[in-house]
């Protein structure tokens, strides 16, 4: 079980310490407005900490400084940090946009990890900033309880952040439950979605924005992509977080701008002075990398998709439905083909073989998007689901991986998404399916975290998707602010002795909409 740290003397003392004053700095004058760190000659992390991509055995740590420094990072097993091991610090220059991240490795598993950073000026080693504290659990050898939340959709449509309103609420409401880790399960940030000052709320009321520079339009150069990410690092809930549980993130579509897909033009979007979708994702891609804690594949530097392991009784694959797909169309060949592409071949043969592979008792597919909800792009269509009938378009990816599932017997995979900005429990059954080749299944979806809220979408019967919960705006309302209470994340359990799983629907008050409890079943040939 996870040691529960006393958040004040974490994150309050320690991590926020230094960050408070950033903040205001940055809230007064704007991101690069001179601040009390630029009075001073010692460097400050700007924008907090962040850990990701936590294993039995390592775990990655990130962090910013408002000026060239070396980055040293050392980690320990104890808050008071009487041992401690160091390793090799970073320098951080303005190629990264001052930010980096290091990896630590050699942890003792199933262990809380402390790790302190301190930014060192680069003209004088021995002007240091104050350092910031973060900690993570390395995931364990044996069977525990196991805890984590995920959700979707950052800052979006508009909705910044509100100080008066309580900022990203969601984020200090999902750290109450102490979680092991946090999927992001993609639109991290809104990079078509500028923020102003005043947003009217459909109830007449005056939402204030936070504002800075590069939220003013839409993100076109690499430094404007980098500063959406600095947008949220601005909120406090967000860095308390992000202090204390580490993340394991995937991305969508508007990390780089609405429904993208490689080699599209954005002919129509006057906002746009570069058209090239592909162009913007390049830059997209490495404001991604540089400002998460994602761990760096040697084979595929930008690569999203890859296995988490935590632990004896979970694996969980982060996938990338936006990458390698085709162009969006209306999604309906009946061969595949190039337009066909949704996770690729390279990533559809990885997921297969890493799935066959699993020992863990439950595999869950973190999925950008959901399977069976029909998410349009005009006349085209988004994701996979294209609408009732068999198999078709981008579906024939989807269908492949279920086939796959069945014929080798892999049992207790769960899929959770978000992107669609509300809550819903899907259970996915081939008695009710066009596509038949299958093993039942469910998905859970959640988010946003902090967006307008939207929906419900139509389903698809392909996969035969049932609806056992939703909840999402009254019929006719559409982009509905925060503060209006439909922000939610979805809370997973896992018992250590029976391995049930429990997935808890919940919204930004905590409050438990709906759940279910999850037998694990085993394997024929077990």
């Given at each position: 079980?996870?040691?529960k740290?006393?958040?004040?003397s974490?994150?309050?003392r320690?991590v926020?310490?230094?960050?408070?004053?950033?903040s205001?700095?940055?809230?007064?004058?704007?991101l690069?407005a001179?601040?009390?760190?630029r009075?001073?000659?010692?460097?400050?992390?700007?924008?907090?900490?962040?850990?990701?991509?936590?294993?039995?055995?390592?775990?990655?740590?990130?962090?910013?400084?408002?000026?060239?420094?070396?980055?040293?990072?050392?980690?320990?097993?104890?808050e008071?940090?009487?041992s401690?091991?160091?390793?090799?610090?970073?320098?951080?220059?303005?190629?990264t946009?001052f930010?980096g991240?290091l990896?630590?490795?050699?942890?003792?598993?199933d262990?809380?990890?402390?790790?302190k950073?301190?930014?060192?000026?680069?003209?004088?080693?021995s002007?240091?900033?104050?350092?910031?504290?973060?900690?993570?659990?390395?995931?364990?050898?044996?069977?525990?309880?196991?805890?984590?939340?995920?959700?979707?959709?950052?800052?979006?449509?508009?909705?910044?952040?509100?100080?008066?309103?309580?900022?990203?609420?969601?984020?200090?409401?999902?750290?109450?439950h102490?979680p092991?880790f946090?999927i992001?399960?993609g639109?991290?940030?809104?990079?078509?979605?500028?923020v102003t000052?005043?947003?009217e709320?459909p109830?007449?009321?005056?939402?204030?924005?936070?504002?800075?520079?590069?939220?003013?339009?839409?993100?076109?150069?690499?430094?404007?992509?980098r500063?959406?990410?600095?947008?949220?690092l601005?909120?406090?809930?967000?860095?308390?977080?992000?202090a204390?549980?580490?993340?394991?993130?995937?991305?969508?579509?508007?990390?780089?701008?609405?429904?993208?897909y490689?080699?599209e033009l954005l002919?129509?979007?006057?906002?746009y002075?570069?058209?090239?979708a592909?162009?913007?994702?390049?830059?997209?891609?490495?404001?991604?990398?540089?400002m998460?804690?994602?761990?760096?594949?040697?084979?595929?530097?930008?690569?999203?998709?890859?296995k988490?392991?935590y632990?004896?009784?979970?694996d969980?694959f982060?996938?990338d439905?936006?990458?390698?797909?085709?162009?969006?169309?209306?999604?309906?060949?009946?061969?595949?083909?190039?337009?066909?592409?949704?996770?690729?071949?390279?990533?559809l043969?990885?997921?297969?073989r890493?799935m066959?592979?699993?020992?863990?008792?439950?595999?869950?597919?973190?999925?950008?998007?959901p399977?069976?909800?029909?998410?349009?792009d005009?006349?085209?269509?988004?994701n996979?689901?294209?609408?009732?009938?068999?198999?078709?378009?981008?579906?024939?990816?989807?269908?492949e991986?279920l086939?796959?599932?069945?014929?080798?017997?892999?049992?207790?995979?769960?899929?959770?998404?978000?992107?669609?900005?509300?809550?819903?429990?899907?259970?996915?059954?081939?008695?009710?399916a066009?596509?038949?080749d299958?093993?039942?299944?469910?998905?859970?979806?959640?988010?946003?975290?902090?967006a307008?809220?939207?929906?419900?979408?139509?389903?698809?019967?392909?996969?035969?998707?049932?609806?056992?919960?939703?909840?999402?705006?009254?019929?006719?309302?559409?982009n509905?602010?925060?503060?209006?209470?439909?922000?939610?994340?979805?809370?997973?359990?896992?018992?250590?002795?029976?391995?049930?799983?429990?997935?808890t629907?919940r919204?930004?008050d905590?409050?438990?909409?709906?759940?279910?409890?999850l037998?694990?079943k085993?394997?024929?040939?077990?």
């Open positions: 079980m996870s040691i740290i006393d958040r004040l974490l994150t309050r320690n926020l310490r230094t960050g408070a004053a950033a205001a700095s940055l809230v007064a004058g704007g690069f001179p601040s009390i760190s009075a001073s000659s010692r460097p400050v992390i700007s924008h907090g900490l962040q850990s990701g991509d936590v294993t039995g055995s390592s775990g990655v740590v990130w962090a910013r400084a408002d000026r060239p420094a070396r980055m040293k990072v050392e980690w320990s097993t104890t008071s940090f009487a401690s091991t160091a390793v090799q610090p970073l320098d951080l220059i303005d190629g946009d930010a991240k990896p630590l490795t050699g942890l003792p598993s262990q809380d990890i402390f790790y950073v301190e930014m060192l000026d680069l003209a004088d080693f002007t240091r900033g104050e350092a910031m504290v973060g900690k993570f659990r390395t995931a364990p050898v044996n069977k525990r309880d196991v805890s984590f939340v995920w959700s979707g959709d950052t800052a979006g449509q508009g909705w910044g952040i509100d100080v008066d309103r309580g900022g990203m609420k969601t984020y200090r409401t999902m750290a109450g102490t092991d946090f992001h399960s639109d991290t940030i809104y990079a078509d979605g500028p000052a005043e947003k709320m109830d007449g009321g005056i939402w204030k924005s936070v504002t800075i520079e590069e939220k003013a339009k839409v993100a076109e150069t690499l430094n404007e992509f500063g959406q990410y600095k947008y949220n601005m909120d406090e809930h967000v860095r308390a977080f992000n204390e549980v580490p993340m394991f993130v995937q991305w969508d579509d508007h990390e780089v701008t609405n429904n993208w490689p080699g002919t129509s979007d006057d906002r002075k570069v058209k090239s592909s162009l913007l994702a390049a830059r997209a891609t490495r404001a991604f990398h540089e998460n804690p994602i761990a760096v594949n040697p084979h595929e530097p930008y690569r999203v998709y890859r988490m392991s632990g004896p009784m979970l969980v982060m996938i439905m936006r990458t390698y797909r085709g162009r969006n169309s209306k999604n309906d060949q009946a061969e595949r083909g190039p337009d066909t592409s949704f996770l690729g071949r390279e990533q043969d990885w997921l297969k890493e066959q592979a699993s020992k863990a008792t439950w595999k869950v597919v973190a999925s950008d998007m399977i069976g909800l029909v998410v349009g005009g006349d085209n269509f988004e996979g689901a294209n609408g009732d009938g068999p198999a078709r378009g981008r579906e024939f990816d989807i269908a991986v086939s796959f599932i069945r014929a080798n017997d892999i049992q207790n995979t769960v899929w959770l998404t978000a992107d669609v900005h509300y809550t819903a429990a899907h259970y996915y059954d081939p008695g009710k066009q596509f038949q299958f093993m039942p299944f469910w998905e859970f979806v959640s988010g946003p975290l902090h307008g809220s939207f929906g419900p979408n139509k389903l698809d019967n392909t996969f035969g998707p049932e609806v056992k919960y939703v909840k999402a705006p009254e019929e006719g309302q559409v509905l602010p925060p503060s209006f209470g439909l922000q939610f994340f979805g809370h997973v359990r896992i018992d250590g002795k029976s391995e049930v799983m429990t997935v629907l919204d930004a905590d409050a438990s909409l709906w759940s279910v409890d037998a694990p085993r394997s024929k040939a077990i």
